[in-house]
């Protein structure tokens, strides 16, 4: 091979190389910004009502379970320090969330993670029981995952449960939005840049031939997304039928 040969193929994986590290930057960060819009119209409105805050729940039990699956089945680190910064996202959310929601209580009545009343389960006036349940769970799945670490079927089945969870992440917005019949208080913008999400790492699972529940779980929030989008159209047009 020639010198222009050489360096032409040296272009080619240097090329690559960037536009590989790009799109594991985008995996990284890209997963946090679709709530940048949502926070913003929380802040905006001072009301969180058209937010579901279980969308936390699940991420955080689904990113906290990804983040043992990794002890036991070291995949690649792209998608270790996502679930970081997902699980940072999620707390700044119920902040946000916790402190609105507190703002315009009318009633003096708090609902706290020790009262051990399961009606009020994951609708605490306090962020910090947030914080605490979330570093219960964190303890007690850390325990479980060092005691069975050396079973391939645990390893196995605590990545599908990661990734069975995160698949439902759009879930509670569908059912809240339909049974508000309304998507008011959601930011669109927010499910849009979910489904774009879900797409672009659906693909890079395929591509980087990541464990088999990663695109499997992509497929299924995509759909999610779109029926989410749906009710965005649905709703619009049964209030336009309302009001004209």
């Known amino acids: 091979m020639d010198a222009d040969g050489v360096l032409l193929e040296e272009d080619v994986e240097a090329s690559w190389s960037l536009l590989s590290w790009l799109a594991s930057c985008l995996m990284v960060l890209g997963g946090a910004l679709p709530y940048v ?3 913003q119209e929380i802040q905006k409105s001072n009301n969180s009502e058209g937010f579901s805050t279980r969308v936390c729940l699940v991420l955080l039990i689904a990113n906290i379970l990804r983040i043992f699956f990794w002890i036991g089945k070291q995949f690649e680190l792209t998608l270790l320090l996502q679930s970081v910064v997902m699980i940072v996202t999620m707390f700044a959310m119920l902040h946000l969330c916790c402190n609105v929601q507190n703002t ?3 009633s003096t009545r708090q609902h706290r993670l020790s009262d051990l009343d399961f ?3 994951w609708m605490w006036s306090a962020f910090e029981d947030y914080l605490l349940f979330c570093f ?3 303890v007690l799945s850390a ?4 005691v069975l670490l050396d079973s391939a079927v645990f390893v196995e089945t605590l990545g599908s ?3 069975m969870f995160e698949a439902m992440l759009g879930l509670p917005q569908l059912l809240q939005n339909f049974n508000n019949c309304s ?6 913008k927010m499910v849009l840049l979910w489904t774009a999400g879900d797409i672009f790492k659906t693909t890079y699972f395929v591509l980087n031939e990541s464990p088999t529940q990663f695109w499997v779980c992509g497929s299924v929030q995509i759909l999610i997304d779109v029926a989410i989008l749906m009710q965005v159209l649905f709703y619009c047009q049964d209030t336009r039928v309302k009001l004209g």
Request: positive net charge; hydrophobic residues 45%.
């Open 143 to 146: 325990v479980v995952t060092f």
């Open 37 to 39: 819009p949502q926070y």
């Open 119 to 121: 009606r009020y389960f």
């Open 161 to 163: 449960l990661a990734v």
């Open 136 to 138: 219960g769970f964190t």
């Open 104 to 106: 315009n209580r009318v």
């Open 183 to 188: 998507t008011k208080g959601m930011s669109v």
